[in-house]
């Protein structure tokens, strides 16, 4: 959905997905790429030749298979993960804040634009993996990216 009055755009996406994957062996379950709920709300403010815009995205948790334990393999010397059923967890829910500021320089021939984009500006941890300890006894969440700047110019001719 999309309201636009005068300088100020707002949009809004929802998405509800639900993506399964069956076999002879499992049966039917949840695919690696389920998101079930992905929100996305943006509003720009654009003022002569600046542009300001924001963006609030909600994800709901990817699915993964979690290691219940392992077992030590003596011949080889290396512990073996134990799993449990297949994609029966989830990580936590996401939230991300984006910030952009955009100026335009109108020239006779071509645009040039300069923009700064800050992505998860509030520094959210986005869980996309589990990193585990030598003996499967320990973990820790692996996210995604962290606070995010980009710098960048544009030439339209």
Do not use: C
Request: charged content about 25%; overall charge negative.
């Amino acid at each position: 959905t999309t309201y636009k009055k005068g300088e100020y755009t707002l949009l809004a996406s929802y998405t509800y997905l639900k993506s399964t994957r069956k076999d002879d062996i499992s049966g039917e379950y949840p695919s690696e790429f389920d998101q079930t709920h992905n929100l996305n709300l943006i509003a720009v403010l654009e003022k002569s030749r600046w542009s300001y815009s924001t963006r609030l995205r909600y994800v709901s948790g990817g699915p993964y298979t979690p290691i219940t334990g392992s077992i030590y393999n003596a011949d080889r010397d290396i512990y073996v993960p134990t799993r449990g059923e297949f994609y029966s967890e989830r990580f936590d829910d996401f939230i991300q804040l984006d910030f952009r500021i955009d100026r335009k320089f109108v020239y006779k021939l071509w645009l040039l634009s300069a923009y700064l984009d800050i992505q998860n500006v509030t520094n959210n941890k986005n869980g996309q993996g589990i990193s585990y300890n030598f003996d499967y006894s320990e973990n820790e969440p692996a996210s995604g990216i962290p606070v995010f700047p980009i710098i960048g110019l544009r030439g339209e001719f």
